[in-house]
Antibody, heavy 123, light 108 residues
């Protein structure tokens, strides 16, 4: 059974940093691209960042580019999101999501999601 | 950025009836369109990708159609567990994946 468990969320002041983690199990982690998707309070879904199985391809939404860094540790079956210079508009539930495509054929379709971790940016 | 527009914002349908949800892209996304279902307090669940391919375990009453800029998700006979919020998502442009704002399917 595929499981994705996020952690690291919390309350942080504007301008500060936070690091999110996602522990994956139930599938061959290093065969799949992974993503972060967020959902602001009462709002829809926003793709944040994605990383290929081998770290070669990384992308960010314009809203977080230059402030957030995605990474992965295939030996630990873990995905990370380093969030710097946080803003109030970054307040959201952050989901870790597995890509539907295998290795080089990643798709940008999210077939499994974690339950999310809440990030609140407020003074 | 490709803007995805879903309609209607809220759809009221009786159990057993058909529901038709629409999604429009501001420019062509070919068939690179996915649908997700989200219930309160839960993570989204993948229903459809490639505009018309059902994800693993999704019942046959769910069907998708369209290509280019116009897409439809149809639920042929609504069950109680189908009442939820539905999102479309385009994945045609990397790294500019975007979601629609959602359609809430509620019981009439």
């Amino acid at each position: 059974e595929v499981q994705l468990v996020e952690s690291g969320g919390g309350l942080v002041q504007p301008g500060r940093s936070l690091r999110l983690s996602c522990a994956a199990s139930g599938f061959t982690f290093d065969d799949y691209a992974m993503h972060w998707v967020r959902q602001g309070p009462g709002r829809g879904l926003e793709w944040v960042s994605g990383i290929s199985w081998n770290d070669v391809i990384i992308g960010y939404a314009d809203s977080v580019k230059g402030r957030f860094t995605i990474s992965r540790d295939n030996a630990k079956n873990s995905l990370y999101l380093q969030m710097n210079s946080l803003r109030a508009e970054d307040t959201a539930l952050y989901y870790c999501a597995k890509d539907n495509g295998h290795t080089s054929n990643w798709e940008g379709v999210f077939d499994y999601w974690g339950q999310g971790t809440v990030v609140t940016v407020s003074s | 950025e490709i803007v995805m527009t879903q309609s209607p914002a809220t759809l009221s349908v009786s159990p057993g009836e058909r529901a038709t949800l629409s999604c429009r892209a501001s420019q062509s996304v070919s068939s690179n369109l996915a649908w997700y279902q989200q219930k309160p307090g839960q993570a989204p669940r993948l229903l459809m990708y490639g505009a018309s391919t059902r994800a693993t375990g999704i019942p046959a009453r769910f069907s998708g159609s369209g290509s280019g800029t116009e897409f439809t998700l149809t639920i042929s006979s609504l069950q109680s567990e189908d009442f939820a919020v539905y999102y479309c998502q385009q994945y045609n442009i990397w790294p500019k994946y975007t979601f629609g704002q959602g359609t809430k399917l509620e019981i009439k």
